[in-house]
């Protein structure tokens, strides 16, 4: 074979196969925004009714519902952005080949396995607040991520015990924000109860 037949020969299927799988992949991941962009909606519309505006002379800033808007406010932006950022590049011809947006977005969720088991488990601890306590559930919670992590050790396992004792200081005597008392401290005395309550 001569060098002018080498580069008239027109591309390999390999080459075209791994343009469509790009072309896939990067539809799927923004399924993915799409179905986050949603959910970040219906949950920045219920707010209002999970968390109301607590009268308090502690600050505004201490409202339990303004963590809540950050949080799914500048989720909400971000995923508006890659949302409008897939309208921009998409074309009518990948969207014929693609298929169904909803079906793309669950098979790009199977790659955020880590994401949403994590996102289960904090459901589970805010859950648990108000059984065990805020110590016991977020000592919990934090430890279930660190082995998720394969990071549970002494190092880490001390330092998310100071982390959780630094949250309660901050909390209980800079912040004075109070937990409803816990179902777990009601089982105990009436004094240790009421210091559990307070302090933990």
Request: aromatic share 14%; proline share 4%; net charge negative.
């Amino acid at each position: 074979m001569n060098p002018t037949q080498s580069e008239t020969l027109p591309p390999q299927p390999e080459a075209r196969t791994t343009e469509d799988s790009d072309e896939v992949l990067q539809e799927r991941s923004y399924g993915t925004y799409r179905l986050l962009f949603a959910v970040s909606l219906v949950f920045l519309c219920l707010v209002p009714t999970q968390a109301s505006w607590v009268s308090t002379t502690r600050g505004w800033y201490t409202q339990p519902m303004l963590g809540s808007l950050l949080g799914l406010s500048i989720f909400s932006l971000f995923s508006l952005y890659r949302v409008i950022q897939s309208f921009r590049v998409k074309s009518s011809e990948s969207t014929a080949r693609n298929g169904n947006i909803i079906e793309n977005a669950f098979e790009a969720l199977e790659s955020y396995r880590t994401a949403l088991v994590a996102s289960a488990l904090f459901f589970v601890y805010i859950e648990l607040l108000d059984v065990i306590g805020f110590m016991l559930a977020t000592t919990l919670f934090v430890t279930t991520l660190l082995w998720m992590s394969r990071l549970l050790n002494r190092t880490w396992l001390i330092s998310a015990l100071l982390t959780v004792a630094a949250l309660i200081f901050i909390f209980r005597f800079v912040l004075h924000i109070w937990l409803p008392d816990v179902w777990l401290y009601s089982l105990l005395p009436n004094d240790l109860a009421d210091f559990a309550n307070q302090y933990l």
